[in-house]
């Protein structure tokens, strides 16, 4: 029973890693364990088989931008590469949040500021913002940006799905956008001239939240400077920030 | 404004690192950024003084059995001393479990066994288990016990703080209880001969789980052979797993 939806998992994460089997599950909304106990039916292997394509695609880079040549770009799913001591700053950034869980989580705007200000440090990079998604699903607004220079924290910036509507398809089905170079990254190019130059922004790396199986915002880290290859590790982190949000997200939602 | 305070965690850090913060942060209820908010009151000083002489005596080991010479004793807050390939699994396996939460956490029973096989697969132990604390608390008992030799699930065992107390009292007091040589450490000698003996239990490293200001239950790792050093970043992750399991408890007291 399941041997062959069980298999598929084997092959996700081979291609991505952990995240490769994570998003597996997102996309089929089956964990290993459930895959090993129901039965293989033709529609369930083709979803599992559908699901493994779009990670295909991923491994081979975020779409046709990918196939031009630059030094700049690397795989969507990035090679691990962190060494022990920023691995073990990363875990420890996220204890540091989850044992002041019971502080933070009754208030989302308070979780985001302390998210920003330690993904910031976390993975050195200049602007991180928590961006939650109107209930028309339409627009996401900015609940928190910490820019790191001067310390800053503001709040109420709006982009809206008709103006970047790649971006917003990327969003609601994609785990993670790690986007290298972004003025040329499809899913994030239409930010080039009026958000990312004016800013002298030139990675992202953009982090879905997902609560209960709905997207409900974004997590994103801006690296002001040029391009910047994130790596698997990085990826992992800016996913453990996005998962900090969701848990405060589920506790305001269930009050 | 609270720079006393504020001080004590740095002080902290010194002594035990995150874990050290941690403590503080838990014996004080209070955190850095509270910390830093609040006058340094003579009161509070005083919490704070108090709170950092217990964290001495840890690193200093765990009472007085830690002053006899002992190859197999380390401190009680060890050194950090995973590779890069250790620490990214650490963060696989805790990741693995969180993107699965929707699914596991409204059931304590089934957040249980999926954690101890997950703990025994990371930090490679032999027994992995969660007990609860009664409401009487007076006793706890085992909601899951993982053996991995032949991949077991069981339940049922009873303690009691009558014939524990020592334990009790740590579990009560200590954010993790990091026994080296279980038979002599003398938070857990009082189990050698009935129960760390015929199970050929070497070293424990016990976790307490707090929801909201209070012990509910402990995460257990037994290693079976002799004594083992955990290190600090073997420590870092079995707080992580009684995280995860408060995160559920917390739900389902919720509901």
Redesign the interface.
């Known amino acids: 029973m399941g041997a062959k939806l069980a298999a598929y998992f084997v092959k996700a994460e081979q291609l991505g890693?952990?995240?490769g089997?994570?998003r597996l599950?997102?996309l089929t909304r089956m964990?290993t364990t459930?895959a090993l106990n129901v039965d293989d039916t033709p529609e369930l292997v083709a979803l599992f088989e559908k699901s493994l394509d779009a990670l295909r695609s991923d491994s081979r880079g975020a779409g046709p931008a990918a196939a031009a040549p630059s030094s700049s770009r690397a795989p969507a799913m990035g090679q691990?590469s962190?060494?022990?001591a920023t691995?073990?700053r990363?875990?420890?950034v996220y204890?540091?949040l989850?044992?002041?869980r019971?502080?933070l989580q009754g208030d989302l705007r308070e979780t985001a500021r302390r998210v920003d200000e330690a993904a910031s440090q976390a993975l050195d990079v200049e602007r991180v913002s928590v961006w939650l998604l109107d209930d028309a699903r339409t627009r996401i607004e900015s609940i928190d940006l910490f820019e790191r220079a001067g310390h800053k924290h503001s709040s109420g910036v709006q982009l809206s799905q008709a103006d970047f509507p790649a971006y917003f398809a990327a969003l609601a089905t994609e785990r993670t956008i790690a986007a290298h170079d972004a003025h040329t990254d499809p899913r994030t190019q239409a930010f080039s001239k009026g958000y990312l130059t004016p800013l002298g922004i030139g990675a992202l790396l953009d982090v879905p939240i997902w609560v209960?199986?709905r997207m409900i915002g974004v997590v994103c880290h801006e690296h002001v400077g040029r391009a910047r290859t994130w790596n698997a590790?990085e990826e992992?982190?800016a996913?453990?920030m996005s998962?900090f949000v969701a848990?405060t997200a589920e506790?305001v939602a269930?009050r």
């Open positions: 890693g952990v995240l089997k994570v599950s997102g964990t459930q691990a962190a060494d022990a691995l073990r990363h875990i420890g204890l540091d989850m044992t002041q019971a502080l209960e199986g590790d992992q982190f996913y453990l998962a848990l506790r269930r």
